[in-house]
């Protein structure tokens, strides 16, 4: 089984900063992708940013510029460093993990979700 573990989540006023951090353990072969996606109230859930094999980030539009996400996934380790926040970007943010994790089928890749930690920004 692999597990991701998300801390960092709270409250803060529009303006402030938040630092989400995700670690995955359990049986990883290896992973190919880590990131964050968001689902806000009553909204479907979305990219926020995510770090690929050869260090390559990736981020959503409304993100650019104010958040960073950084780490290694050779360590199974990213943060997201969360700056200048608005109330938009209230949601429930999860981290993401893609990758081969089964030695029964080595070859495969599986997607792995965290439970979610809650980010509110008040105006």
């Known amino acids: 089984q692999v597990r991701l573990v998300e801390s960092g989540g709270g409250v803060v006023q529009a303006g402030g900063s938040l630092r989400l951090s995700c670690a995955a353990s359990?049986?990883?072969?290896?992973?190919?992708?880590m990131g964050w996606y968001r689902q806000p109230p009553g909204k479907q859930r979305e990219l926020v940013a995510t770090?690929?094999?050869?260090?390559?980030?990736n981020y959503a539009v409304s993100v650019r510029g104010r958040f960073t996400l950084s780490g290694d996934i050779t360590k199974n380790t990213v943060y997201l460093q969360m700056n200048s926040l608005k109330p938009e970007d209230t949601a429930v943010y999860y981290c993401?993990?893609?990758?081969?994790?089964?030695?029964?089928?080595?070859?495969?890749?599986?997607?792995?979700w965290g439970q979610g930690t809650q980010v509110a920004v008040s105006s």
């Open positions: 359990g049986s990883i072969i290896s992973i190919r992708e």
């Open positions: 993401n993990a893609i990758g081969r994790f089964d030695t029964r089928f080595p070859t495969r890749e599986f997607s792995y």
């Open positions: 770090l690929s094999s050869g260090a390559y980030t």
